[in-house]
């Protein structure tokens, strides 16, 4: 009762409950995707609900798709827990839950009344892409494929991308086996697999994509004070020299992710609105509080570890 207790006591409730709202909106986005623009034009998808599809299709609504969305889910998740021996958290039990409602309810609120497949595979693949990719971005999941992957990859050294081009390639192929189904529809479900991927990615490296900005200011102090307060990131100073005025003075650089602009923006027009500064977008940034190399981190703590021994 007490680990309880401090247990709740150091949850962070504001974050949390953002975390779990942004969650909700990235769920209902990719049922939606689903439910409006790829369920009823018979275009089925890859991992768990395009299995959930497939269902639907082939007892012709007998066992609808939110019921084996949920089941096929569940079962994964005490698969997962039995073999991998852990627990997949409750926001993973949460999105589960929800999704299978949305699955549920969406279906009687509106339909895509058009007729072209491919318009309605890359919309649908689309907006399925934006909700994951929104549920990913707040340390998210929705199960399903996820479980089937990490329990491969603890006894087989395989890629995990191609595990997942892999099954979701499977599952959408396994629908020319339905009397009712067309190669053609085989081939929208590609379309809906590509576009989500791509969006998937755009979304996850949008909000990781970093900028370099330099800074020339004579309130250079007070600039990197705030910046480092208010932003909490790293300030480093430049010594400059004006070529015209052959002045000393300072300038500041800082790397922040390409989201925080705006409040970076905001910090140097309140301090000083005559600063000139340059904005450069970075290809990568790896250290400590961006990207970090998790295979170099590895190897210098195995040398440490020798090291001591």
């Known amino acids: 009762m007490n680990t309880l207790n401090l247990h709740l006591k150091g949850t962070n409730w504001p974050e949390t409950i953002k975390e779990y709202v942004i969650c909700t909106i990235g769920c209902f986005i990719s ?6 623009f790829l369920i009823p034009k018979g275009i089925v998808g890859g991992g768990v609900t395009g299995i959930a599809t497939i269902v639907d299709y082939a ?18 998740l005490i698969i997962g827990a039995i073999i991998l021996g852990k627990s997949f958290g409750f926001k993973t039990i949460y999105m589960i839950i929800l999704m299978s409602i949305f699955f549920k309810i969406l279906p009687d609120l509106w339909i895509s ?17 934006i909700g994951i990719g929104t549920i990913f971005l707040q340390g998210g999941s929705t199960g399903g494929m996820d479980v089937v992957v990490l ?11 191609r595990l997942y081009f892999f099954f979701d390639w499977l599952i959408t192929s396994s629908m020319i086996f339905l009397p009712q ?5 085989v081939v929208y479900g590609y379309v809906e697999i590509f576009f989500c991927a791509q969006v998937i990615d755009m979304v ?8 370099q900005v330099i800074i020339f200011s004579k309130e250079y102090d007070t600039l990197s004070t705030e910046i480092s307060t208010k932003l909490q990131r790293g300030v480093t100073m430049l010594n400059t020299v004006g070529w015209y005025s052959k002045q000393e003075n300072h300038g500041i650089m800082v790397v922040c992710r390409k989201t925080e602009i705006n409040k970076l923006t905001k910090i140097i027009k309140s301090i000083d609105p005559y600063a000139f500064h340059t904005i450069t977008p970075t290809s990568a940034v790896y250290g400590l509080g961006f990207d970090l190399d998790k295979d170099a981190i590895m190897k210098k703590e195995k040398k440490t570890i020798v090291e001591k021994d």
Not at 31 to 36: L, V
Not at 59 to 76: D, E, K, Q, V
Not at 204 to 211: A, I, Y
């Open 31 to 36: 049922s939606f995707g689903w439910t409006a």
């Open 113 to 129: 009344n058009l007729d072209d497949q491919l318009i309605n595979a890359i919309i649908g693949g689309a907006l399925s892409g």
């Open 59 to 76: 007892t012709n609504g007998s066992i609808p798709m939110f019921l084996s969305f949920a089941i096929l889910n569940f079962f994964l």
């Open 151 to 161: 329990i491969i990859t603890k006894y087989k050294q395989i890629s995990t991308g």
């Open 204 to 211: 996850l490296n949008g909000v990781r994509q970093s900028v």
């Open 181 to 185: 189904k067309e190669f053609t529809d």
